[in-house]
């Protein structure tokens, strides 16, 4: 079992930033992937970026790519999504993802490739 614990969320003005983080604990912390997905009110889950632990490997949804970057800190067992210029449309609860066994890296960007999940942070963007 893996828990996943997210923070950092908020509330900030459009063009500025944020930085998440998901800490993982339990006896298989160690996943092969960690992703971050965002559900926003009324629409589907969607998947934002993800990171192979070990290789480093990034991936990123077109709508977030140059503004938003993953990293993770394998010593600490945690994943980061650091947001810069933040847009309205960027507003949803983040939940942060992980798959603890390997996966092809083509479905790293849907839900189903992720075992466990945290409970979610709100971010909210203000134009």
């Known amino acids: 079992q893996v828990q996943l614990v997210e923070s950092g969320g908020g509330l900030v003005q459009a063009g500025g930033s944020l930085r998440l983080s998901c800490a993982a604990s339990g006896r298989t912390r160690s996943s092969y992937a960690m992703g971050w997905f965002r559900q926003a009110p009324g629409k589907e889950r969607e998947f934002v970026a993800a990171i192979i632990r070990s290789a480093g490997n990034a991936y990123y949804a077109d709508s977030v790519k140059d503004r938003f970057t993953i990293s993770r800190d394998n010593a600490k067992y945690t994943v980061y999504l650091q947001m810069n210029s933040l847009k309205p449309d960027d507003t949803a609860v983040y939940y942060c993802?992980?798959?603890?066994?390997?996966?092809?890296?083509?479905?790293?960007?849907?839900?189903?490739?992720?075992?466990?999940w945290g409970q979610g942070t709100q971010v909210t963007v203000s134009s």
């Open positions: 993802a992980a798959a603890p066994v390997l996966r092809p890296s083509s479905v790293l960007t849907r839900r189903y490739a992720y075992d466990y």
